[in-house]
């Protein structure tokens, strides 16, 4: 198999698989949310298959991370894709009157966990090679085997949302804040940008959490108001009422 099962390996694919589940939390909560607006049916489709493709991504990360973190403005592109995810999942989705349609409800679901996961996965890569020391074969068994672990995350997260909604707008604030990151360690610019302004970072990431959820929120208010002005009007009611 090219590999010894030696107590080095066990210890090696213990820690990564622990450094995985650590930071696997925010990835976790991004696949409950995705997958919070399908039918019951399709919700376990959609953590299963966006969770093995996030995990294949990762381990492609994890197998060329030295030259992805020296690609300049690729965090830029990947901050504000990362904003913009986060903004559809505070704003929601509409159902329409015969509900969630199944299909392209549950591609989307998948897309949007799968996109995520790219952009947030840079800085996992780092610390899941580092614990590997250079052995692939440790990386992807590592990998592979927290699958189930997040995906058991994803779902409890998901009933948790159920019962509190104010997670959307936590998530949704985590994942502003993780773009502000993101955005302030770009190659290109990050060493220009704390010359400018020493705590360039920490504002980004404060000033992208809030924009999410203001953004989020907006969209929401005008999607309902929106909605709300092309409801049918009851001429019945009202000749009753007059």
Not at 52 to 72: E, K, N, Q, T
Request: charged share 15%; hydrophobic share 55%; aromatic share 6%.
């Amino acid at each position: 198999m090219g590999f010894e099962l030696t107590p080095a390996f066990w210890s090696g694919l213990t820690q990564i698989i622990l450094v995985n589940i650590i930071l696997s939390g925010d990835n976790a909560l991004v696949i409950a949310l995705a997958c919070r607006n399908l039918e019951k049916k399709h919700q376990r489709p959609a953590i299963i298959i966006g969770s093995g493709g996030a995990i294949l991504l990762r381990i492609l990360f994890v197998l060329i991370v030295d030259y992805l973190l020296s690609v300049p403005f690729l965090k830029l592109v990947g901050g504000m894709l990362l904003l913009w995810i986060g903004v559809k999942l505070v704003q929601g989705e509409e159902e329409g009157e015969d509900g969630v349609k199944a299909a392209s409800s549950l591609s989307s679901a998948i897309r949007t966990i799968i996109i995520a996961d790219a952009v947030m996965s840079l800085d996992n890569a780092i610390a899941i090679a580092a614990a590997a020391k250079g052995d692939t074969t440790l990386m992807v068994l590592g990998l592979i085997i927290s699958i189930p672990l997040i995906v058991f995350g994803a779902t409890l997260i998901m009933a948790l949302l159920n019962r509190f909604p104010i997670i959307v707008v936590a998530g949704g604030a985590l994942l502003g804040w993780i773009a502000g990151e993101v955005l302030a360690t770009d190659p290109g610019y990050a060493a220009k940008l704390t010359a400018i302004t020493p705590h360039a970072k920490t504002i980004l990431e404060v000033g992208c959490a809030v924009l999410v959820v203001a953004v989020g929120y907006f969209l929401q208010h005008r999607a309902k108001q929106k909605h709300k002005a092309h409801d049918p009007v009851d001429l019945a009611t009202d000749k009753g009422k007059e």
